[in-house]
């Protein structure tokens, strides 16, 4: 069985998450099976650092709940899913919108099953780019996710 809620109405709720909508953290896409998602932080003037590029804050924030959101819609119910640990690493200025794509693969998930069958614990690590309007990456954040299945799913 799936996670309770329908993906158009997961982004409709995240687009209106105060941690998202004021900083101007939209998420565009998050495909009908979990498995792509695509995020934009709309160039806004309270967003700007010193220097007139996108707040560090505001560009991490944008790929905060992302994978654990996606994990738990790909994995369903019987999952425990959560951010455990990220970096990120600031390689240039990001001005203007900025984007990140997330994706899930069969094999990542096949590999997360593979892993919590037994009902240990597990953290697989995600790389997301954050690139700018020319495509170019200004950010790289490293996510790591706690995943284990629910007490009541785990073998005896």
Same mark, same amino acid.
């Given at each position: 069985m799936k996670w309770a809620f329908n993906p158009a109405v997961m982004r409709?709720?995240?687009?209106? *998450?105060?941690?998202?909508?004021?900083p101007g953290i939209k998420v565009e896409e998050l495909s009908s099976d979990y498995r792509y998602?695509?995020?934009?932080?709309?160039?806004?003037? *309270?967003?700007?650092?010193?220097?007139?590029?996108?707040? %560090?804050g505001s560009m991490f924030a944008m790929t905060?709940?992302? =994978?654990?959101?996606?994990?738990?819609?790909?994995?369903?119910?019987? =999952?425990?899913? *959560?951010?455990?640990?990220?970096d990120i690493d600031f390689?240039?200025? %990001?001005?203007?919108?900025l984007t990140a794509e997330f994706w899930l693969s069969d094999d990542a998930i096949d590999s997360i099953k593979a892993a919590t069958e037994s009902g240990e614990k597990?953290?697989?690590?995600? #790389?997301?780019?954050?690139?700018?309007?020319?495509?170019?990456? #200004?950010?790289?954040?490293?996510?790591? #996710? =706690?995943?284990?299945?629910k007490a009541k799913y785990r073998p005896l």
């Open positions: 409709r709720l995240l687009n209106f *998450w105060p941690p998202f909508l004021f998602c695509r995020v934009i932080l709309k160039g806004r003037p *309270w967003t700007r650092n010193i220097n007139s590029s996108q707040f %560090g905060d709940p992302i =994978y654990p959101l996606m994990l738990m819609g790909a994995l369903g119910k019987e =999952y425990l899913v *959560w951010d455990k640990q990220a390689i240039t200025p %990001g001005i203007g919108k597990h953290f697989p690590q995600f #790389v997301v780019h954050i690139k700018d309007s020319k495509n170019q990456i #200004v950010a790289e954040v490293n996510r790591t #996710v =706690y995943i284990r299945k």
